[in-house]
């Protein structure tokens, strides 16, 4: 059986790089893509899924939206995490990040420590982090081995 996998990335290059991947490896995956916060909680709210490839760091609206303007979540991926364990939505989480650090001030906070942090928050479907480079191929390996887990 295919496994339906949601991506919820605003990046149009980091999103290209991961469907190949993805599509290499799953070639029946059926992969919906979101590109926002809203429409992307929405998404996966509404229908289900058995994987959730989710950026940390997203916009409010979609791309094409005219609100666009209105809203960055440094922590967006961390706030659909905390929706999906409120409406008992455990869908299996992989984060797909470009970044070592998120927030700023009080609250800053590195890759590891947020690892960590959601390892402890959302133990039930959160499995782990890939750390995205366009500049390096580790990541690609990285990504087969976290979706061959679940």
């Not at 929405?42 to 979609?62: A, G, H, Q, V």
């Not at 500049?135 to 990285?142: G, P, Q």
């Given at each position: ?11 149009l ?28 909680l ?21 791309r ?5 303007q ?6 967006g991926?961390?706030?659909?995490m905390?929706?999906?364990k ?17 927030g ?30 366009s ?8 990504l087969?081995?976290?979706?061959e887990?679940?």
């Open positions: 059986m295919a496994k339906k996998i949601l991506f919820i990335e605003d990046n290059i980091k999103l290209e790089a991961v469907l190949k991947v993805v599509q290499t490896n799953y070639p029946n995956a059926e992969i919906t893509t979101k590109d926002s916060f809203r429409s992307g929405k998404e996966l709210i509404s229908n289900s899924y058995d994987i959730l490839l989710l950026d940390m760091s997203l916009p409010t609206w979609d094409e939206s005219v609100k666009k209105e809203g960055f979540e440094r922590f991926g961390e706030t659909i905390r929706e999906m409120r409406k008992n939505k455990l869908t299996p989480t992989i984060i797909i990040t470009m970044f070592n650090e998120f700023i001030g009080k609250s800053f906070i590195d890759l590891i420590d947020l690892d960590k942090h959601l390892q402890s928050e959302f133990k039930e479907f959160y499995n782990g982090f890939v750390k995205y480079s500049s390096e191929k580790k990541w690609e390996d990285e087969k081995t976290a979706l887990k679940l």
